[in-house]
């Protein structure tokens, strides 16, 4: 019971996180830019680009693995109610 609990609250924090991580981004990129002698728009821009990806490296990973976590949770429900979907010939 307490770890359908954290998963779920890993769920919201994971989508907080993928925000926060492109915001830094946006940020870093900003404060790169000035200090580089670059427009502040290209920075912000490169830097949100720079924190997609790394937000979707980061938290899509963490998303992957929670899914894997609910099919199998789902499949040990399945197994314990012996409702096992049909298949064909191995």
Same mark, same amino acid.
């Given at each position: 019971?307490?770890?359908?609990?954290?998963?779920? &609250?890993?769920?919201? $924090?994971?989508?907080?996180?993928? /925000?926060?991580?492109? !915001?830094?981004?946006? %940020?870093?990129?900003? +404060?790169?830019?000035?200090?580089?002698?670059?427009?502040?728009? &290209?920075?912000?821009? $490169?830097?949100?680009?720079?924190? /997609?990806?790394?937000? !979707?490296?980061?938290? %899509?990973?963490?998303? +992957?693995?929670?899914?894997?976590?609910?099919?199998?949770?789902?499949?040990?429900?399945?197994?314990?109610?012996?409702?096992?979907?049909?298949?064909?010939?191995?």
């Amino acid at each position: 019971m307490i770890n359908a609990v954290l998963a779920s &609250i890993l769920s919201a $924090i994971n989508a907080l996180l993928a /925000l926060a991580i492109v !915001v830094a981004g946006a %940020g870093f990129g900003s +404060v790169w830019a000035n200090s580089e002698g670059y427009s502040e728009g &290209i920075g912000i821009v $490169i830097g949100l680009v720079v924190g /997609l990806l790394v937000a !979707v490296m980061v938290c %899509g990973l963490l998303a +992957v693995l929670l899914d894997i976590r609910a099919g199998i949770k789902e499949m040990t429900h399945l197994l314990k109610r012996h409702e096992l979907p049909p298949h064909g010939p191995v």
